[in-house]
């Protein structure tokens, strides 16, 4: 009888400037993608594969949160498969983390033809897949709590969140 290893992550390369988990396939395409990454931008890219979501390890994700921009590759609905896994647990994390989410968006409906052709209409092929990415600063901050958090419980008004949050420039 074959024995089948424990459901984990496993880091197929290493890299300092970012980290790219994929999810069955995309594992593959994302060794191509850390290669041209290497090549056009001289970034070094930490490739893994994460092979199961159920169960799901976080270990290797939630430490590369922590360290570097991550950036997941599946292909298909992002909002409601690995994309939305890795959203959830770094929603957990007490840390600053940047996270990119590269999967079919809920809006768009892939026509027919040929998977190549679907992905390049998509952004999801190689090349586009490699394109600098842009994280959002807005400015806007989200406050999400109780009533300690609208300041009902604060000793002072100065220590309200919106007048500590005020005197950042």
């Known amino acids: 009888a074959e024995v089948i290893e424990r459901p984990g992550s496993i ?16 594992a593959v395409r994302a060794l191509e993608i850390a290669d041209i990454l290497q090549e056009k931008y001289q970034l070094s890219a930490k490739v893994v594969n994460v092979r199961f979501l159920k169960p799901f390890d976080g270990t290797i994700l939630k430490k590369d949160l922590s360290s570097m921009p991550v950036f997941t590759l599946e292909d298909h609905v992002a909002a409601t498969g690995f994309g939305s896994i890795a959203a959830r647990i770094a929603a957990g994390l007490d840390i600053p983390h940047k996270l990119h989410c590269f999967g079919i968006s809920d809006g768009q409906n892939p026509a027919f033809g040929a998977i190549s052709e679907l992905r390049k209409s998509l952004g999801l092929d190689t090349i ?3 394109n600098p990415v842009q994280f959002k600063n807005d ?9 300690i958090a609208q300041g009902g419980c604060v000793s002072r008004p100065g220590l309200m969140y919106s007048n500590v949050l005020s005197l950042i420039d």
């Open 139 to 147: 400015g806007k901050i989200i406050i999400y709590g109780t009533s």
């Open 11 to 26: 880091v197929w390369r290493n890299g300092t400037d970012l980290a790219i988990h994929a999810a069955g396939a995309e």
């Open 128 to 130: 586009s897949s490699t």
